[in-house]
């Protein structure tokens, strides 16, 4: 089997991936008298390119609705929200892809892996998979997500999120499409659907600026879909931002759970305002400090990588990092079974030879993988 955009059409057909039950617009209350605060000055969206078409297998359970709890009082003039959004739990995957990158200890990428090289297992379980292909320096699709809100305009920070962006344009190569998705105040905008031209994704990030709470969880919990309108088969999501989530109203145990099934890497690069510490003090709330923990759990659950900086001007080297990952990543596939219970299963990855890092998802939620057993792809 051949999967697309340098790694060969067609791709396999899967069901979409455990995404959140949508919940009712939260109410936020009407502005007091007066002049009216500036608004997040984001580009008008371009029209959104058509995802690829997924199908449902017919044997797949659907999702039982889960209630709500009864929401709890709320002080006079604050917002009214629903409970967050939450993982489907007893939704399962059609076709699992698993993007994988091989280290050195240096950090540098190991190419030249063969299929026999290679023993993907699910919860200590050998694999059988059916695909297995290195990127070549594959062509990739971009979908980057900036935070616009307003600790985003202190100490430089929107600046080198920029130039972040402009390294990834100037370093792109052939077949590249990239996506701008910008969250601010409550809210994500498709600022510029999927295109070949990265000066459009450039062009759009200086327009934003900075305004309002953050709430990564919520908007990082909606990109796995909108990042597979990205026509390429080696896909990552690219999260620029300072990690201070003050307005999400998704929990970080709810969002680990539905970054569980996403098959797409993602490398969140957190930018810490000058002389930041790695620990609050006591007395200091969380809301003083970057998110560290909870990028570093999503870059791993998912086969990216966290990429930490104190200097705005040290993001576009780590967009280089990123790119020499995706353009010496590998890929392995395959069809759950379609029997036993649907849960969620971890994966490991052994690499024949010498021990050497390994970044790859951390598991998928379906049926029973196909076993390790004899024949083409069973027989190392």
């Not at 959140?20 to 371009?46: H, I, Q, Y």
């Not at 202190?154 to 499409?177: H, Q, Y």
């Not at 990109?223 to 003050?246: F, V």
């Not at 200097?311 to 395959?334: A, E």
Request: charged letters at 20%; a positive charge.
């Amino acid at each position: 089997m051949k999967l697309g955009g340098g790694f060969s059409r067609p791709v396999p057909t899967r069901t979409p991936t455990p995404r959140p039950t949508p919940s009712p617009t939260a109410v936020r209350p009407a502005p007091p008298p007066g002049p009216s605060p500036p608004t997040a000055a984001l580009p008008a969206a371009l029209p959104a390119v058509p995802s690829p078409v997924a199908s449902v297998n017919a044997a797949t359970p659907v999702a039982r609705p889960r209630p709500s709890p009864a929401p709890a009082a709320r002080p006079p003039g604050s917002r009214v929200v629903s409970a967050p959004p939450r993982a489907a739990a007893d939704v399962s995957v059609g076709y699992v892809l698993v993007p994988f990158v091989v280290t050195d200890q240096k950090g540098r990428p190991v190419g030249n892996l063969r299929e026999k090289d290679v023993t993907l297992l699910a919860d200590g379980v050998p694999v059988a998979y059916d695909l297995f292909q290195g990127s070549a320096d594959a062509p990739v699709s971009y979908a980057v997500l900036l935070d616009g809100s307003g600790s985003m305009g202190l100490a430089g920070k929107m600046e080198g999120a920029r130039a972040a962006l402009e390294t990834l344009a100037a370093t792109s190569v052939p077949g590249d499409d990239f996506a701008l998705f910008v969250f601010a105040e409550g809210e994500v905008k498709d600022v510029v659907g999927f295109t070949e031209d990265a000066g459009k994704i450039v062009e759009a990030a200086r327009q934003v600026k900075p305004w309002g709470k953050t709430a990564f969880r919520d908007a990082l919990a909606r990109m796995p879909e909108r990042s597979l309108q990205g026509k390429n088969g080696s896909r990552a999501i690219i999260l620029l931002s300072d990690g201070i989530d003050n307005d999400s109203l998704i929990t970080e145990p709810e969002l680990a759970t539905l970054m569980e099934g996403v098959e797409i890497p993602v490398f969140p690069l957190g930018l810490r305002s000058p002389g930041a510490l790695m620990r609050p003090l006591p007395g200091m709330t969380v809301e003083w400090m970057l998110n560290i923990d909870v990028l570093s759990h999503i870059a791993r659950i998912t086969g990216g990588r966290m990429a930490l900086v104190d200097d705005p001007s040290q993001l576009p080297s780590r967009i280089l990092d990123i790119q020499k990952d995706l353009r010496s990543q590998y890929l392995i596939g395959f069809s759950p079974t379609g029997t036993g219970p649907v849960r969620y299963r971890r994966l490991t990855l052994r690499v024949a030879g010498p021990a050497r890092p390994v970044r790859v998802r951390a598991g998928y939620r379906g049926s029973d993988p196909p076993a390790h057993g004899p024949g083409r792809f069973g027989t190392k």
